[in-house]
């Protein structure tokens, strides 16, 4: 009777810098790579005759893993990779694991990402694919609202990490003002200073209540934009259902003209 494969399971942080550090690891121990896998946080049923292994982020290994990839993989493989990563899914970790043993194990592995009856790599593809898209609705569809002090802030709610995708885009487009965008569903604060360079921040170390308190004309400039709205609309082509399909429910909570 043929002895089966010990499994080993990779337990890292849901962060790129988290499943990088993982990839150093799983090369480090020299195993074979069908019996090594990547997981994304603690799970609730432990496999049995597993071993499992935590691993703490490392910026130094992250860092030699992501050069790496960018230059045996590509820089376009290399950002579908990231996107991947910044998706709401529990095996994004292992799909990406595979998906860079796939591409090492090819002549060119710039062409990795053209390989998609491989199921890693189709993975990959997919979340960067789903990724991409939700940050492309946002830049349509975030709207900023002025504080009291200046600042131009927006709370968002994406479905995937985003906002690090988003912040280029704004900061492009408004280099000379002080804004905020705040992904509610994981407490962090991206900040762009005026003229600055942004940074991210997490919701924990910054209070609330600031944010609340908005210009004095935005409440009025908030109304006649709805009003703007409602008056332009023909109301003989009213589709509820075509708008939802352009415009999903969950993204009109943070709209100014859905707005009460």
Not at 52 to 58: A, G, N, R, T
Request: aromatic fraction near 12%; charged fraction near 30%.
């Amino acid at each position: 009777m043929a002895k089966s494969m010990e499994e080993y399971y990779l337990v890292c942080e849901d962060s790129p810098e988290g499943v990088f550090t993982g990839i150093y690891e799983a090369y480090a121990m020299r195993k074979p790579h069908g019996s090594i896998h990547i997981q994304i946080g603690e799970e609730e049923n432990l496999r049995l005759f597993a071993t499992y292994k935590e691993i703490e982020p490392e910026p130094e290994k992250s860092l030699r893993v992501a050069e790496t990839l960018e230059r045996r993989l590509g820089p376009e493989a290399y950002v579908e990779i990231c996107c991947a990563l910044a998706a709401q899914d529990g095996e994004k970790g292992e799909a990406v694991y595979k998906t860079v043993v796939c591409g090492f194990g090819m002549k060119d592995g710039r062409q990795v990402m053209g390989n998609l009856a491989h199921p890693h790599v189709h993975k990959v593809f997919e979340l960067a694919r789903n990724v991409k898209n939700e940050a492309h609705h946002w830049k349509e569809f975030l709207r900023f609202q002025e504080l009291e002090d200046g600042v131009l802030f927006s709370k968002i709610g994406p479905k995937n990490n985003i906002v690090t995708f988003l912040m280029p885009h704004f900061a492009d487009r408004l280099p000379l003002y002080n804004f905020m965008i705040y992904d509610e569903n994981r407490k962090i604060f991206a900040v762009h200073p005026a003229s600055g360079e942004w940074y991210l921040v997490s919701g924990v170390e910054m209070g609330m209540e600031r944010f609340e308190k908005f210009a004095a004309e935005e409440e009025r400039y908030q109304e006649l934009f709805r009003f703007f709205c409602k008056r332009i609309a023909i109301k003989e082509r009213k589709n509820l259902k075509l708008q939802r399909n352009m415009l999903p429910l969950w993204f009109q909570e943070y709209m100014v003209e859905f707005g009460e």
